[in-house]
């Protein structure tokens, strides 16, 4: 089973610091937790602890990230379920593995991700980030100062 306390050192290395970019759409973020997302946070002062319960509760859990075998999928689901929502990261993980893609981990789409080829699940699921990046840039040009950085991070 998938290590949430693996998984988050990846994220928190993946988000960083401190950050208030204008452009960027979460507005004020630290450990990768926004303003956007988490109005009631103080986020110019949230703690390593606070960023770890929040990830839990929001994006690990809604994943089921501890019933997926493998710690790399689940890794990459909760990744870009930090980067663009959870609902879209498991929508695009059940098109991978041809679960109804309802944005929702029930037990078929457990069954179906830990019946499925790691490797093979990974490259697909690498495409279909980088698809969903292209259209947020084609939809929105002021983000395209982020789309590289996106690439990156959905290649690892």
Excluded at 1 to 28: C, H, R, W
Excluded at 111 to 136: C, G, M, W
Aim: aromatic share 12%; proline share 4%.
């Amino acid at each position: 089973m998938a290590d949430f306390n693996v998984a988050i050192e990846l994220i928190l290395k993946n988000e960083g610091g401190y950050s208030n970019n204008p452009q960027d759409t979460g507005g004020e973020t630290r450990w990768g937790i926004s303003s956007a997302s988490f109005p009631n946070e103080d986020i110019r002062n949230l703690t390593v602890d606070r960023a770890k319960q929040l990830y839990k509760e929001n994006y690990w859990n809604p994943i089921s990230g501890d019933k997926i075998l493998s710690q790399e999928m689940a890794e990459s689901i909760f990744d870009f379920g930090v980067n663009a929502g959870v609902k879209t990261s498991v929508k695009l993980a059940q098109q991978v593995v041809y679960a109804d893609p309802d944005g929702v981990v029930g037990p078929n789409t457990i069954y179906l991700l830990n019946t499925s080829s790691p490797k093979l699940f990974l490259a697909e699921f690498k495409l279909k980030k980088i698809q969903r990046y292209v259209d947020i840039c084609d939809n929105n040009s002021s983000q395209k100062i982020f789309f590289f950085g996106w690439i990156k991070r959905a290649l690892k």
